[in-house]
């Protein structure tokens, strides 16, 4: 398993923008994929979007996200970003990133994936 930090999160106003960034530490990460999710007090935890690490890296979103988030990633320091934008209060949660090393017939699942970071914290005010 690969060690997943994420940074990044913070209190936003409605509206406003927030950049995570996830670095895989300890070794290089070359598995399949890489995702973000997200889980807010009382609820489970959702996917949000991710990205397959090789080649040109095709990329799934949820459809409360599409349009407003987008997912990358930079090969060569290990890391995924998810950029925020156009906030809602419906978006604060902890946002977690989790790494696929096989790919398991999907990205939506939690269960496809094998490691996970410790999350960060999003709050968005009204």
């Known amino acids: 398993q690969v060690q997943l930090v994420e940074s990044g999160g913070g209190l936003v106003q409605a509206g406003g923008s927030l950049r995570l960034s996830c670095a895989a530490a300890?070794?290089?990460?070359?598995?399949?994929?890489m995702g973000w999710f997200r889980q807010a007090p009382g609820k489970e935890r959702e996917f949000v979007a991710a990205i397959t690490w090789r080649g040109g890296g095709a990329i799934a979103y949820a459809d409360s996200v599409q349009g407003r988030f987008t997912i990358s990633k930079d090969n060569a320091k290990n890391t995924v970003y998810l950029q925020m934008n156009s906030l809602t209060p419906e978006d604060a949660a902890v946002y977690y990133c989790?790494?696929?090393?096989?790919?398991?017939?999907?990205?939506?699942?939690?269960?496809?994936?094998?490691?996970w970071g410790q999350g960060t914290q999003v709050t968005v005010s009204s």
């Open positions: 989790a790494a696929q090393e096989v790919y398991r017939g999907g990205y939506r699942f939690t269960v496809a994936y094998d490691s």
């Open positions: 300890g070794r290089t990460f070359d598995g399949h994929s």
